[in-house]
């Protein structure tokens, strides 16, 4: 659950009203100079124009050079963040043929497997000269190569589930299945913090979408038991089905779901249950099995499970695991399956080669290795973070930790000055966050040093004096330790 300090409340809402009202100021005068010249469009409706367009340029835009940094080789623990300048104070950024050298604590390869890897590597090049980048068809034409019906087998078997179906992309995993699956009738209860894809699917379903608050069963219970005695709108009758959609990690909080109580209420109510492993898969439990395998939950229990390869698998593409019955008719009725390009052979060998590992079918041990070092780096960053008096949000075992931010200040001073230092960080803030609720959000791999993680500690804490988001200052081991000589005496 985020704090946010009363103070920092204030001067983050100041600081917003401050750019937002000097935008509108901007914007007249523009709007008022520009008058002459709009009269040749008239007639046309602006396209891209609202409060989303306003925050773009007005708030956005100042911080550019902080997103979508060019990088130039893989996403392991060090990268090769590529330098840019501008000339116009950055509106427009040149790439130059300069590159830092960076501590990686950005990216999702949890498991490492995203830099070359002794095992999956040379057999992705095999599968690429095998067979190419891309299958040039559909699934149900041309697309459907070994490599899929293999990894269609590995998955379910890896997931616990008696079938699975593959899609080339994760966010199009989602947006896709959820209208395949539900329709007008139906309800969806959604946690209030599921990822776009989700929120993006549930719209187009056409089913009534209703939210629960964040990781809350109670609550969830209460809108399941309103929703259930309403019926649907207007008609009141029955609902056709009902799903529930959670997330296993929840991508922007670093939490995990309450689970076991989450699927408590679905059976009392004879809910359906989604459970998005997207950050959770390969990342968590102990054979990677993610959250159901940390939190002893059985997957039979859970209905529909999604997750994609894009994080612990270092390559690209989601999919669905579910009954038999399910994947049969999702492979008849999903249009990303019939109407969508398969996953590219070389990703789909990439994918198999990493759950090999992990599950120690490689004839190695570096599977379980890297599964303990996952657990171990994230759990000692976790820690010396919150020593440091940073606000982390997330759960123990968890390698998402967001740091909070909050104000837009700090959101480009805090990357700018981490990047300095030769440390790449991903700072979020709105729309992917709420307004007020900016963060940077740091992601370890089991490919960290435990030197790599001390590095990371000592620029961080660097920064975060510099920038002063130690909100919470935590009173140090030593001083407990005086106290107590203190009494003693
Ligand atoms: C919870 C969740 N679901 C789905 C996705 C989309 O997956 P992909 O990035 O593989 O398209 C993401 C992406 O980060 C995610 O965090
Ligand atoms: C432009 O980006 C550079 C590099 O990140 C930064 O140091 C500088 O302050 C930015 N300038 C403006 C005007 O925002
Ligand atoms: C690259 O870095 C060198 C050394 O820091 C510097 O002298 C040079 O100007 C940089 N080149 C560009 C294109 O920025």
Partial sequence: ???????????????????????????????????????????????CLGLEDFYTRRLFLRAQDCFGRPIASAPDAWIDVVERYSNDNNKTLHRTSNITKCLNLGSYNYLGFAAADEYCTPRVIESLKQY??????????????????ELEELAARFVGKPAAILFGMGYVTNSAIIPALIAKGGLIISDSLNHNSIVNGARGSGATVRVFQHNTPSHLEEVLREQIAEGQPRTHRPWKKIIVIVEGIYSMEGELCKLPEIIAVCKKYKAYTYLDEAHSIGAIGKTGRGVCELLGVDPADVDIMMGTFTKSFGSCGGYIAASKEIIQYLKHTCPAHLYGTSMSPPAVQQVISAIKVILGEDGSNRGAQKLAQIRDNSNFFRAELHKMGFEVLGDEDSPVMPIMLYNPAKIPAFSRE??????AVVTVAFPATPLLLARARICISASHSREDLMRG????????????????????????????LKKLD
Avoid: W
């Fill in 457 to 484: 500690l000592e620029v961080l804490s660097k920064v975060g004096d510099l920038v002063g988001i130690k909100y919470f200052p935590v009173e140090s081991e030593n001083s407990h330790a005086e106290a107590k």
């Fill in 418 to 423: 981490c990047l300095k230092q030769n440390v």
């Fill in 132 to 149: 190419s980048p891309g299958t040039c068809s559909v699934r149900v034409d041309g697309g459907t190569t070994k490599l899929h019906t």
């Fill in 1 to 47: 659950m985020v704090r946010l300090p009363y103070f920092t409340a204030l001067t983050t809402l100041f600081s917003y009203g401050l750019l937002f009202a000097f935008g509108q100021m901007r914007d007249l005068f523009r709007k008022i100079l520009d008058l002459p010249k709009s009269k040749k469009v008239q007639g046309y409706a602006p396209i």
